[in-house]
């Protein structure tokens, strides 16, 4: 999975509570992106990076923020996690120096079930 | 606003068969267009990808043809094996500012390939 590690892979957690997802990666990409896969969405954009600190909206970005701190991680949150934020969750990298027109890599996911 | 169009949303061939996905864009700003493969419990992958300016492009296997002024383009497998069961995903690449990206999905296609 290109040098991409999500954590955790599963989580079950309760409606109401903070969750924090983390995405690794070791190819020093400049961009990293957070998605959510839903069936019949396919894959939508929640939140972007395209450098430390800097951070941008996706299209379905409501209750969930992002930071990035250092090149190699970024963490999506949610504040205050609701059922209709259960979901498969993936995060990707990316390097307009390395790749043509953003070819985006992907993680293997993390699987998160609000109850 | 669905800006990638893909159909059909499942399909099952045979062994040896030739199953043909479709995808359709409307905003011509788009100008990069991979496909991704995805099998259970795994991130996306990069298959394969075309650049408007090309009709068709093969690897292995695997053929895009890009019709521009229809603002169409498809992935073709050629004698398709078990091995290739998976969901496939059509993406459009536009540029969206400063120095990014942004990829927009179809919302994918589960493929069965029968023995």
């Known amino acids: 999975d290109a040098g991409i590690t999500q954590s955790p892979r599963h989580k079950v957690t309760e409606t109401g509570t903070p969750v924090t997802l983390r995405c690794h990666q070791t190819?020093?990409?400049?961009?990293m992106y957070w998605y959510r896969q839903d069936p019949g969405h396919g894959l939508r954009l929640i939140h972007y990076?395209?450098?430390?600190?800097?951070?941008d909206k996706g299209e379905v970005s409501d209750g969930y923020s992002v930071s990035r701190s250092k090149t190699e991680d970024f963490l999506l949150t949610l504040e205050s996690a609701t059922s209709s934020q259960t979901s498969v969750y993936f995060c990707?990298?990316?390097?307009?120096?390395?790749?043509?027109?953003?070819?985006?890599?992907f993680g293997a996911g993390t699987r998160l079930s609000v109850l | 606003q669905q800006q990638v169009k893909q159909s059909p949303q499942s399909l099952i061939v045979q062994k040896g068969g030739i199953p043909i996905i479709n995808c359709a864009y409307e905003?011509?700003?788009?100008?990069?267009f991979p496909w991704y493969q995805q099998f259970p419990g795994k991130g996306p992958a990069l298959l394969i990808a075309?650049?408007?300016?090309?009709s068709e492009k093969k690897e292995g296997r695997f053929t895009i043809s890009f019709n521009k002024s229809a603002k169409q383009f498809s992935l073709h497998i050629m004698d398709s094996q078990p091995g290739d069961s998976a969901t496939y995903f059509c993406?459009?690449?536009?540029?969206?500012?400063?120095?990014?990206?942004?990829?927009?999905f179809g919302k994918g296609t589960l493929l069965t390939v029968n023995p």
């Open positions: 990707a990298i990316s390097d307009l120096y390395r790749e043509a027109k953003n070819i985006q890599y």
């Open positions: 190819e020093n990409h400049r961009y």
């Open positions: 990076s395209y450098g430390v600190k800097d951070t």
């Open positions: 905003n011509t700003a788009f100008d990069y």
């Open positions: 075309i650049r408007p300016d090309v």
């Open positions: 993406a459009a690449s536009r540029y969206s500012g400063g120095s990014n990206y942004k990829l927009t």
